[in-house]
Each structure stands twice: as structure tokens, then as C-alpha cells.
């Protein structure tokens, strides 16, 4: 590990949007709440504590969580709203850090190796600034205090909800070696299903292994997983979260079939896809079309264009390529159009070591279509 | 309308046709086989209405004449499911009821009105035309096609740019990576010795000429104006719309000076790289080539799996110790472009375009073939 030990907070708001409704809604407080929408097609978004109980969780279908506890509550979601909230419980993060790595609405790690109130416990401020967000928003969260990020994102999800754990240097070889592997961070149900027929259960059968043996077996995890098993994890907490895509999709509420719609529907993402590019300054060479067809079959294809892909006509026309190539004679019921950076350490790879033929007229030109 | 056919010529030549048809048509005409009968001579067209195939065959028996749309994917599967035999087709020509008769049995279609079908687009009056051999065609063509690009940004690279003056035509193909070059002289042209002219053949009816010209002998016609280009063969006829812009200046980057020249066995040098390649990223197919005197060293290793592989081959080289990377894919595919069976590798250095060469050169045709490095660190 570079220098000396860091300190690293993880904080991740307990039920998030589910908690905004209930504080905001004192009729639905200690009752089964779902943000999302209850149609035949909405899926669950968020689910309150009460709700979670019945096995509602978020993700899920809403016909399915009705199934599993009838008398749940449904709430449209309020993003806006729960931005604002964000917002608010950022201030109070910045207050002490700004190395503030923001995961999501509800989730951040904030680097407080150095913060501005100079103080010495991380776990001291662990404590303000989780009685600072109960004061100031009503909201719990669940904290968790540790020297590197794999540990504390470990650490928060110990004793939730409105948990706080640390986890110490000295403690934690021990604490990783009886963790479950299904904890660990990059760990997916595939990955934690091929552990397991390795007899790989937990922390400690998995630092048994030779990094070779994780290497050969889980490719460049396989080096992850050996520090991990060690309790190492160098990343760093990057405030400045670079954008990797942007995206947008939509359920149809009937399912679509002729090509022609699909085309129309295309043409619509194309245009949403164009105004948040517009308003976000992003920039991205790989255009992803998703289809997920009536069975709930899930398909991709992406494109890799080599250069940044700024124009509304050009990405129509990749799209409706893509479209070409995956198969539409089954049923549609969504379809999603995403821009990334680029593909993959593929293509990565591709710009960084692979030189290009030095053509005049690409050097500058800028791409008629 | 009536005709008899061999049930399997038949099956060859809209075979060869239907691969213009695409899956999703916005035009669901285009998902037909336009059938024309005139006298003895069916014609049958597919098309995706950019690139057009229409192959011609004769028929027995044949009594009217008159034009229908049939489903392309049924008769496709009816007719893979024969073996050889007369099939008699019988068209009603007002409505378009269709009954095939075989040894055993009868199958019924209903057909679409032939005059739906797009008509091709007329060439302009001045026009150019270009001949030349068959098998020189082919060969330009599979030795090109492979380094057309897929790049929506840069359309004009997604094709064969034909470019025809003095007394030669030269075939460039390139994706910005690598670059193919093949020239031949043609046998006439309308282009004077003066004059130069050129069009890029999209990546798809190229594909197409691949595919057709090796069941061909004798001389392909083209005819080009600034839209469309056609190629007319004894059997078939393919037009197409063309490639709009301006295809790169491939003669200012093709070094003319690299100082390095070796001669490797093209074989064993593509299959020392094959076994090697294995062991590269996956991602980059880096290979890394080290030549000392009459010796290469291929080598190449993949850090994320510690694995890592090494061949050294000789090879004809006399001077100083270089060493330069290629991405192996792409080497290798241009390997296996070229028929003869040295090769002349020609190098200036590890960050600047090699040249690969045919050290035997095929009659009249010269072939020549570039590739980027990628950059090693060490």
C-alpha cells in the first residue's frame, strides 16, 4: 500500500427514496412502501424496510411484489426530489472532505485520511456525519469506516440500517477471512457459483489460493481477489467521477412488432439521447441499442466509431444498423440507446498502442455524413 | 406464364443472388425474387435497392412471358429440399397464382406484381466502361476487401476504391490501420491515357463479387457514372449505388524508401505468429517481431494471465537489430492475402508503416500491402 494507512468512510442512506415518502407521507410511516409504479409494467425502484420483510425488493416487478405482499403501498418516484435530498446530505460530506466519490443518489466514499476539521478519528467523524444527516434531512444512513474502499463498503452494509462499524487495520485479515465470498465486491452470482465449485466459501479459502491459480481462473479479477483476500485494495477515492455513458430507454406500453415503429421508437431515443449529450458535454465513440424482447430476453449491440459520435444523423444511422443486426421477429417491449467513452479495453487498447495510417484528409476534416 | 427447370441450377443461381436480400426490409418487396420471363431466358433480380443481382438461366417449355415477385425465404426452402429434377413452374399472370409441380407433388404460391418491384437506376449518358479478366477482378477483389473499414464516421473507407489511369487499374482497400493495394492493366477502357477516373465499390456488392466471380470465366464489363456502377458478367449483372466522397490520398502514405528489406517463408511466418498469438493480450494481439541478422523472433505475453510465448524463424536479413509491433490479427490476415510463398517485409521503424510484399509476383499483378505498427514500450 502506497504511504501511510488512509481513511475511508462509505456511506450508503438506508432505503432511500422509500425513506424521503415515509418522512414526507407520515400516514405511510411503519407500512410496506414502494417507490415505482404499480401498472402491469412498472418495476420496483425502492423499497421500504416493511416492505423488504415480504421479500419486496428493488428491481423487482410490481405484479410480482403485489404477489408477495398485497397491501404494499405504491408511490411514483420523485427523482427531482431525491436529488435535492442528495444535494443537501453532499454539504454535509463537504464539510469535512472534498474527496467526495459519489456511487449513486444514495451511496459515497469520502477520503478523510485529510479533512478540514483536522480530526484525528474517522470514526469520530463517522459519528457528526451521521447525526448531522439525521438532523438536518430525518434520513438514516448506514456508515462504515475503514482503510481502503473494498473494506468499507464492507464495513457500511455490516449492521444495517442506521448502522455504524469500523473496521481497523489490525482487525482486518481476520474479518476478510471469515467474510463470505458473495460480500465481496465484484463478486456477482456467476463469479460466487464458480467459487463455490472451487470450494471457495469464504475470505479464507480464497487467500489458500496462489495468485497464478485466481489469475488463471478469474483472468484480471484473479488479481483483485489476491489483495482482496489480503485486505488490499489501493484505489484511490476519485472526486471527480468521469462520466463513462449516457443513456436513455423506454417500455412501450404495447409491445411492438412492425419495423417501422421500431424505427419511429428509434428515431425518439435518437433525439432524447442528442438533448442529454447536449446538456452534459459528453463525449462518446460506442453506441449501445438494447432490446428486451416480450419473454424478457435481454439482447445488445454496440458499435465502436472511431472517433467521438456528436451528430444526431450519425447516430440514428448506427442505430438503425444495430437495430438490423439484432433480431426483431420476436415481440419488443423495450429498447434503450446508450453512448459510451468507448467498448471496451478493446477499443482502449486500440487508441492507446495501435498507430493509424497519417491520411490528410482526416486529419482535419470534420465528418460530413 | 409456364417453364421447366433443374430444380438445383435453379437453387445455384438465386443462391448466389439472394445473398443481396437483407433480413429486415422497410420495403417488403425487396423480400421477393423478381422473376422475368422472356422467351427462353428467366431473369431473376434481388435486390436491397443500394446493390442489385440479377442472374439469368435457360428454361424448357416455356410458354408466355410476364414478370412476378415470389417470397424469396419459401422458395428458397422449398427448393433446398429437392433432389435434382424437372420442376415445372405454372404462373396465372392476371392473378398471380403459382403452383410448382415435381416428381411427387405440387406446391402453391401466391405471387406479388412484378411492376412493384424498384426498377434499376439508369446510367448517365456520359458514362465510362472498364474490362478486364475475371480471375484479375477476383483476385483484386479478395485481396482488397478484407481492409475495408466499418466506420460510420468515415463512410468513404467503407469500400474498394477503384482508380483507373494509365492503362492500369489499382484497387485500394484501408481502414486506417491497414492498407491494400492491388493493380493490373485493364483490357479497354472509354478512359483516355490522359484522363483519370475512379468510384468506391461499397463494402457489400463487393462482398457480393467475391462471392460470384469465381463461378465466372472470361471478361467483366463496368460501367460507372458519378451514382452508380455496373458489372456485367455472362450470367450475372450487378448494379449498385457507389460510395459518395472522396476516397483518401493512399499514394502520399505508402513509404517509398524503407530502409529495411527482409525475406521470411510466408507459412512458416504465419504459422509461428498463429501459435505466438495465442499467448498476446487479448485485447491488444500484440506481437512483438525482434530481427537480427537472418533471425526473427516473434514473441508475445499477456501480463493479466502471466502467460507468455516465444518462436525465433529465419529469415533473410542483413542489417542492424530492430525490433517493431504489430497487432498479430491483423498481420496475419494480411498473410494470408498474399499467394506467394515468400514474402518481402519492408521497415523503416518500430513507429512508422511497414510494407509487405509478394517476393514472386503474379503475372501483371502487382499487390502490396501496409500495416501500422503498435508502439512497445521496451
Sequence with gaps: MPGATRKIIHVDMDAFFASIEQRDHPEYRAKPLAVGYSGNRGVVAAASYEARRFGVHSAMSSRLALRRCPGLIFLPPRFEHYRAVSRQIRAIFEEYTDLIEPLSLDEAFLDVSKNHKNMASATRIAQEIKASIRSQTGLTASVGVSFNKFLSKIASDYNKPDGLFVIKPSDAEAFVEKLPIEKF??????????????????GLDLKRLTKAELVASFGKMGHVFYGYARAIDTRAVEAQHLRRSLGTETTFSENLTDNKDLLLCLQELTEELMRRIGKSEFKGRSLSLKIKYEDFKIVSRSYTAS????????????????LQEAEVSKPVRLMGLSLKTAASNRSLWKSNLQLSIPFETFSVESQHS | ???????????????????????????????????????????????????????????????????????????????????EQPLSFDIN??????????????????????????????????????SLSVPQLSSGISKTLFCTADDELRPVMNGVYFDIKDKEV???????????????????????????AAFILPKKPAAMLKNILPKESGEVNITFDNKNARFSLSKYTMVCRQVEGRFPNYAGVIPQSNLHRIIL??????????????????????????????????????????????????????????????????????????????????????????????????????????????????
Design chain 1, 185 to 202: 465486491f465484484g463478486v456477482g452470482r456467476v463469479t460466487a457459483e464458480r467459487m463455490h465449485r472451487m470450494g471457495i466459501r469464504n
Design chain 1, 307 to 322: 472517433g467521438y459520435i456528436t451528430e444526431s444523423q450519425t447516430l440514428f444511422k448506427i442505430g438503425r444498423k444495430l
Design chain 2, 1 to 83: 406464364m409456364k417453364f421447366i427447370v433443374s430444380s438445383t441450377e435453379l437453387l445455384g443461381h438465386l443462391q448466389a443472388i439472394s445473398r443481396v436480400i437483407n433480413n429486415k426490409n422497410t420495403l417488403s418487396i425487396l423480400d421477393n425474387f423478381l422473376f422475368d420471363l422472356q422467351g427462353n431466358t428467366l431473369f431473376m433480380t434481388a435486390s436491397d435497392i443500394e446493390t442489385t443481382l440479377i442472374t439469368s438461366m435457360q428454361v424448357d417449355s416455356a410458354e408466355g412471358e410476364g414478370k412476378v415477385a415470389i417470397a424469396s425465404r419459401l422458395l428458397l426452402d422449398t427448393l433446398r429440399e429437392f433432389p
Design chain 2, 93 to 130: 399472370n392476371s392473378n398471380l397464382a403459382m403452383v410448382i409441380t415435381s416428381a411427387n407433388g405440387s406446391y402453391n404460391f401466391i405471387g406479388q406484381n412484378g411492376d412493384e418491384y424498384p426498377r434499376l437506376p439508369e446510367m448517365q449518358e456520359d458514362a465510362q466502361s472498364l
Design chain 2, 170 to 196: 489499382t484497387l485500394v482497400a484501408t481502414d486506417a490501420h491497414k492498407l491494400a493495394r492491388f493493380t493490373v492493366p485493364y483490357l479497354n477502357s472509354s478512359v483516355t491515357d490522359e484522363q483519370q
Design chain 2, 265 to 378: 517463408d510466408r507459412l512458416s511466418f504465419v504459422n509461428a505468429l498463429k501459435r505466438v498469438s495465442v499467448f498476446s493480450n487479448q485485447a491488444s494481439n500484440l506481437v512483438k517481431l525482434d530481427f537480427s541478422v537472418n533471425q526473427l523472433r516473434i514473441s508475445a505475453q499477456d501480463i493479466d494471465f502471466s502467460i507468455s510465448a516465444e518462436e525465433t524463424i529465419n529469415c533473410q536479413f542483413g542489417g542492424e537489430a530492430l525490433k517493431i509491433g504489430f497487432k498479430s490479427s491483423f498481420l496475419i490476415e494480411i498473410l494470408n492475402n498474399i499467394s506467394s510463398s515468400d514474402i518481402v517485409l519492408e521497415l523503416s521503424d518500430a513507429s512508422r508503416a511497414g510494407l509487405i510484399l509478394p517476393f514472386e509476383k503474379e503475372k501483371d499483378e502487382d499487390v502490396l500491402m501496409l500495416l501500422m505498427p503498435m508502439l512497445i514500450n521496451d
